[in-house]
């Protein structure tokens, strides 16, 4: 029994735009990977690297994100915040935000203190342990997006936020602050969890968008193949 491969010029032209989009899609997820594999050993390298004192002189974010921090001043509780929704091994409650008035200047820095869970009911807010005269913090700087996902306004209620924006929390509190946030990591005996995860800029995840767009790329290619053998 004898076969022929004849495809039309249409599944011809089809199979050749689909095959060229699918690759091209594929390159750009490669690229994408590439380029935060880049940023991803910088981020290491920050991270091993000995920690920057700061003060309050002010600094750019592009030179502290995902750097080892120390610094040195007094909290401030009246402008304490809590952020809700977050989770910690299942259990819902709180991240804990005080600003800290650095020594050497007139910046704010704001101090992620930890995590911490919710009460019986919504209304029923943890305490936390206040914490006063000078503290030396230690932690890993990151810089929070300037636009989040919300639903209506966004606008903050009370000191319990849904979100961290640098530039609403400074009209907010009126204070100058240092362009990022301290993830505090050393201990300070006030119970608040810190188990923050490791900084993770998402290569493997562009690396197996790209892996789909190929494989897309080379079936098309075998069903073109295959359904264009018929019987003579």
Not at 14 to 29: P, R, Y
Not at 36 to 64: F, H, I, N, T, W
Not at 77 to 98: K, Q, S
Not at 195 to 200: K, L, V
Request: aromatic fraction near 8%; include cysteine; hydrophobic fraction near 45%.
């Amino acid at each position: 029994m004898a076969y022929r491969f004849a495809p039309s010029w249409a599944m011809t032209l089809a199979a050749i735009a689909f095959c060229t989009l699918t690759v091209s899609l594929g390159n750009w997820q490669t690229r994408r990977a590439d380029v935060k594999l880049v940023r991803q050993a910088a981020v290491e390298q920050g991270l091993a690297a000995m920690p920057v004192a700061v003060s309050g002189a002010p600094v750019a974010a592009a030179d502290m994100e995902w750097r080892r921090v120390t610094a040195r001043g007094e909290y401030d509780g009246r402008h304490e915040i809590l952020l809700d929704n977050r989770v910690h091994n299942g259990r819902p409650g709180f991240e804990v935000v005080t600003p800290l008035k650095l020594e050497g200047g007139d910046r704010w820095l704001l101090v992620n203190r930890g995590w911490t869970p919710g009460g019986a009911t919504r209304a029923d807010l943890p305490k936390v342990v206040p914490t006063s005269g000078r503290v030396t913090v230690e932690g890993i700087a990151v810089v929070p997006p300037d636009k989040v996902y919300e639903l209506g306004s966004g606008a903050p209620a009370g000191r319990v936020w849904q979100h961290l924006r640098l530039d609403r929390y400074a009209a907010w509190s009126g204070l100058a602050l240092q362009p990022f946030v301290l993830q505090q990591t050393n201990d300070a005996g006030d119970g608040l969890v810190r188990a923050w995860p490791r900084p993770d800029l998402g290569v493997d995840k562009h690396k197996a968008y790209a892996l789909q767009w190929y494989v897309l790329a080379a079936l098309t290619v075998v069903l073109y193949v295959v359904l264009n053998i018929e019987r003579k």
